[in-house]
């Protein structure tokens, strides 16, 4: 393989730079060229694609968003709308091609990768909700925002004795709320992979009053339900405590990335570079147990696939879960 | 006089703890006893003071919040609620009292002077709409909190193409949404102060993308309107872009303070006392052309007074104003 | 065991408040009584022990440093050292002791367990060097603050197009000048664990300089040699390039710990209260693969402990080694 | 005047890249076209000149460092050099000049205006020590950078009774050391325009402990010596403390530059615009009292000149001098 291209989709993450730049370096240490894709497959479809060299990425390493833009594209799930991206691709020469983006972007690899185009899926997406990678690129970035701003509303919760809702981001998934919530050392934390009992959750926010706290932080997902529901459900089952909500919001997706979010990216852009250059393709790279991996974005969970069809419905073999080890151990530890 | 105490009212603002350590450092220094009261008017009144020493606020410079917590007391506008104070204050040997805090804060030391007990304040929080100062202690700590999250905002905006309005506090001020706005290289600010036009301003976002810009970001100081509303009235007005709202919220309260408010809450901490150390009371320290200054709180605008009684109702003699030059220099550079 | 100690011992790291706070808060919750030591060993022999609260550890989950402030203490590695320890112990009724530190402090733990009073380690230092754990408490937030100091120094580099030497902490082991290095966008990074040739160095400079760099940047580990050294050699080597130094020092050892430290820490700390709680002992706690694992302290390597005894010397049975895939990565990614 | 060009000379400071942005977009507001110089006077002599566009400065605002380059270039105060320089001007078709830097730019701004091609100086350093402004860009920034670093060496001072030097940069002026050392609540501030006694020095650091102290930081401003030598007169003098260096060097010249910053830099980039547009050269603008202010670069003191000629040896009209009310400030409060 001579030719790849890069390109980023669905919602950005930090990190996605740091990976695209180790995409662009490692290949052209492989002795290939690369293309940058603008606005996912929907600037593939359009032929927004030019040549991207080693000094085009210096100093991206730092920055937060996706310097290649990203876009949502419906469209490409259709045959149709795959057929004219590799028209494009095939215009400019490129033969393999690396998709940064959420699941599904995943399955537009898949597709790729059906019509003789090899193309490997990183994990991109501050939610850590992808299957087949202990951590996605953004996840700690997201995690520090969120952690940042938390201690900030402490200080002035403090200062007030007022109870705080902090809604964080994460989608169906509770991570961010859970590492964000531990780190700093939340009251409660509310997640979708967990029930909740509003009448216990009043009873412990009365009960740190009289115990001595000088404030009650509650860091909700926003998968479970929003910071105004919470709140109304918490003043309807007699909360008496000055209540506020802060829905910290899309803050939590940008920022310039952490050192862990920085390598782990670097070193999933490498990696997918040399499954490309062995030809492989259909394969998502993700991190297990530290060390990196990659898994068929499509087949059986026999073999190890993140995805199989069952009647043409995509089915996704090991669903991610949260560490409820932590959920516990916040309980244990935030009285 | 050899015994003073610190209280904080109103809401809390970054800086407020390195106002205390300055007034309980200087205060020593000086050969006085300081005492620390909770809770600001309401633990006045309740008793609840408490001898602070050098050590006591070793480490709280970096600190935000109030660590003699805040509150809000609208009985201390009453004369009982006073003398209820005051009363505590002998109980302690109290003869000056130093008040950090806002507005109303200030009106309460003028109470305090009245009866005999000199008291300061100190202009703190985070609004920068105090009269007799050209900033507040907070002010540059939030406009920092605010104008990081917007740096980030921009971060997913451009990778997105997106319109975003970010809601910023400031209540009927601009300042904090002017100084951030400036210093995110916003498209546009929207401050009380000032009037604008919707059309203009849909105008002005289609300008943009026509131009090639990325992005457009909207800084709007909450005196205005919500964000809400405001993606309501720009959306009827013709905008068809990915509009996005951000309510910055609560973490623009918190959060270490800068060098700057650090540097400021210390030297007027400080001039406080030398001010109670004459037996001087019922002034306001501030910071004008970069040279401490003190204000009579009451009196007519004549002697420099902050406030002045009209029939019995207060009347702001010299009303803060936002920095029109910086209003129109975004204007001019934003293009 | 109804009474435990935690102190600190060796060079501080962030994230030890967290960890006494874990430690705190869940032996609390387990119906224990717990009891602070400062000053480490040297603390428990001069009897500098007191009880704590759940509220006494409020707010410290975000403060660098050890608020049970730490020592080296050479004199209880000697037997008359342990006893005399061992008597505070008895004094205040302690049955068991958490040891937050490194190596060094392992030994104590392993000492008192020995005598009868079971102690459990946990790993905290910034090196990352400690056996038994993929990562120690500190690590994460030293490579953060290594980072953001290095990207401060690309910015000014590249203005001047000037090479930079980094000399950053990690004792013997490379891991912060690998995971901040290649964070950072190194060109070059020089870590104990792996030889350089100073000619290829001084060649790779050349190179880039000449394949239109604005900088150079080489992240040095301190085990390696000093940074003055280091320039000497280049300069020596034929550099002609516009040459600094910088050391980064003791930042690298404070600051409030990141997310991912604060997670770990409280992890760990509930984790060595459970294990007292059964009355183990002897054993340090880890993370392994994402997941919490113990192990003894001394024994035989088959046993998986992490000291053995070899005719009365300590010998590290599976000596900590830095991922030479990220140094091999950061090679590819650089040019 | 209908084309500019503007360039950044000497150290580089945080907020130079506002400040290019904002000549770029106010000159383009105001009709002109604007020319970028790489590499200062030396670019200028070279021809290293290209047309700058809006969308050319976007995202520039919040990055440190310059992105036009600078260097230092002697060659320019020789006659042969400037008219060297002013044929390429010419030969561009520009008009007039901003040049942001320190004194030395000032000089080439003067040259350059007496041979007919007006030039305008604005204070770029981060070491506030330019005449004719209250502060420069990229001061704010230092400050806070040298702020955050004492900030983490008090964590780990505290934990281990540590003294500590830390030496910050400002060439000749105490300003860095005079604000970061407030703003740290630091024990003691030495700076050039301040003398100290070492005995003074020694019997305060002990007094200190004796009182209850955990560390005791000094910062120390490179203007009176090194680290390295103040080290070496207090253990001469009898400190018998753990005593530690740590020099911050060059981090405090880079980093995304603070809000103050950025708004200065707006501010002043859109001024000198004012000034080329009505054809007025040979000044510098400063800000004096909250206000922009200009003044003529050489000329007499009377005039409000920065710098006179006494027999062709150029004297500062009116040094820049420390804030020494700040000085006796910690003296008070740091006890």
């Given at each position: 393989?001579?030719?790849?291209?890069?390109?980023?989709?669905?919602?950005?993450?930090?990190?996605?730079?740091?990976?695209?730049?180790?995409?662009?370096?490692?290949?052209?240490?492989?002795?290939?060229?690369?293309?940058?894709?603008?606005?996912?497959?929907?600037?593939?479809?359009?032929?927004?694609?030019?040549?991207?060299?080693?000094?085009?990425?210096?100093?991206?390493?730092?920055?937060?968003?996706?310097?290649?833009?990203?876009?949502?594209?419906?469209?490409?799930?259709?045959?149709?709308?795959?057929?004219?991206?590799?028209?494009?691709?095939?215009?400019?020469?490129?033969?393999?091609?690396?998709?940064?983006?959420?699941?599904?972007?995943?399955?537009?690899?898949?597709?790729?990768?059906?019509?003789?185009?090899?193309?490997?899926?990183?994990?991109?997406?501050?939610?850590?909700?992808?299957?087949?990678t202990d951590y996605t690129i953004g996840f700690d970035t997201a995690v520090t925002t969120a952690l940042e701003a938390i201690d900030k509303i402490r200080?002035?919760?403090?200062?007030?004795?007022?109870?705080?809702?902090?809604?964080?981001?994460?989608?169906?998934?509770?991570?961010?709320?859970?590492?964000?919530?531990?780190?700093?050392?939340?009251?409660?934390?509310?997640?979708?992979?967990?029930?909740?009992?509003?009448?216990?959750?009043?009873?412990?926010?009365?009960?740190?009053?009289k115990n001595g706290k000088n404030h009650n932080i509650i860091v909700l997902a926003e998968g479970v339900m929003t910071g105004a529901e919470l709140a109304?459900?918490?003043?309807?089952?007699?909360?008496?405590?000055?209540?506020?909500?802060?829905?910290?919001?899309?803050?939590?997706?940008?920022?310039?990335?952490?050192?862990?979010?920085?390598?782990?990216?670097?070193?999933?852009?490498?990696?997918?570079?040399?499954?490309?250059?062995?030809?492989?393709?259909?394969?998502?790279?993700?991190?297990?147990?530290?060390?990196?991996?990659?898994?068929?974005?499509?087949?059986?969970?026999?073999?190890?696939?993140?995805?199989?069809?069952?009647?043409?419905?995509?089915?996704?073999?090991?669903?991610?879960?949260?560490?409820?080890?932590?959920?516990?151990?916040?309980?244990?530890?935030?009285?």
């Amino acid at each position: 393989m001579k030719r790849i291209a890069v390109l980023t989709s669905g919602g950005d993450a930090p990190g996605m730079n740091a990976a695209i730049r180790a995409v662009v370096r490692k290949a052209i240490y492989e002795g290939m060229e690369v293309f940058g894709i603008n606005y996912g497959y929907a600037g593939m479809v359009a032929g927004d694609i030019f040549p991207l060299a080693s000094r085009g990425v210096g100093g991206k390493i730092s920055q937060g968003g996706t310097f290649l833009y990203s876009a949502r594209f419906p469209e490409f799930a259709e045959l149709e709308g795959q057929l004219a991206g590799i028209e494009q691709l095939k215009k400019h020469g490129i033969e393999g091609v690396v998709v940064i983006g959420g699941d599904g972007s995943y399955h537009g690899a898949m597709r790729l990768t059906e019509h003789g185009f090899p193309a490997i899926g990183l994990p991109g997406t501050i939610d850590n909700d992808i299957v087949g990678t202990d951590y996605t690129i953004g996840f700690d970035t997201a995690v520090t925002t969120a952690l940042e701003a938390i201690d900030k509303i402490r200080d002035t919760s403090s200062s007030h004795k007022r109870t705080f809702i902090v809604e964080v981001m994460g989608r169906h998934a509770g991570d961010i709320a859970l590492w964000a919530g531990i780190g700093a050392g939340a009251d409660e934390i509310l997640i979708p992979e967990q029930d909740f009992d509003v009448n216990e959750l009043v009873a412990s926010i009365k009960n740190g009053y009289k115990n001595g706290k000088n404030h009650n932080i509650i860091v909700l997902a926003e998968g479970v339900m929003t910071g105004a529901e919470l709140a109304e459900k918490i003043k309807a089952a007699g909360d008496d405590s000055d209540l506020r909500v802060s829905t910290l919001g899309h803050i939590q997706r940008g920022g310039t990335p952490t050192a862990r979010d920085r390598v782990l990216a670097s070193w999933m852009g490498a990696r997918a570079v040399e499954l490309l250059k062995e030809g492989r393709g259909g394969l998502a790279v993700g991190i297990h147990n530290e060390k990196l991996v990659e898994s068929p974005i499509l087949g059986t969970a026999e073999e190890g696939a993140l995805f199989s069809l069952d009647n043409g419905k995509i089915v996704v073999n090991n669903p991610h879960k949260a560490n409820l080890d932590l959920y516990k151990l916040n309980k244990e530890i935030s009285s």
